[in-house]
């Protein structure tokens, strides 16, 4: 299971290399009334890792949350 993981993880990082290399023109992107210009390849790599923050806190909350539900023993 864990080559399966390593293949996934190699595959979807080859695919965003080759995104970011074939778009390199720049873009402005708004949000909220912000607004900011960078390369399309700039604004994947901060979508990405802000992706997978917030995906491992979730994971980690959910995680945490089933544990602490196993663990909790009300007084009946």
């Known amino acids: 299971m864990r080559w ?3 293949i996934a993880i190699v595959a979807f ?3 965003m290399l080759i995104f970011a ?3 390199l023109q720049s ?5 909220l009334g912000l607004s900011g210009s960078a390369p399309m390849a700039v ?3 901060i979508i990405y890792l802000l992706g997978m923050a917030t995906g491992g806190s979730a994971w980690a909350l959910i995680r ?3 544990e602490g539900s196993r663990t ?3 007084n009946s």
């Open 43 to 45: 604004w994947s790599v």
């Open 64 to 66: 945490w949350a089933w």
């Open 21 to 23: 290399f074939q778009n």
């Open 27 to 31: 873009v402005t992107v708004s949000f």
């Open 72 to 74: 909790f023993q009300p």
């Open 4 to 6: 399966i993981n390593m």
């Open 13 to 15: 990082g080859a695919a």
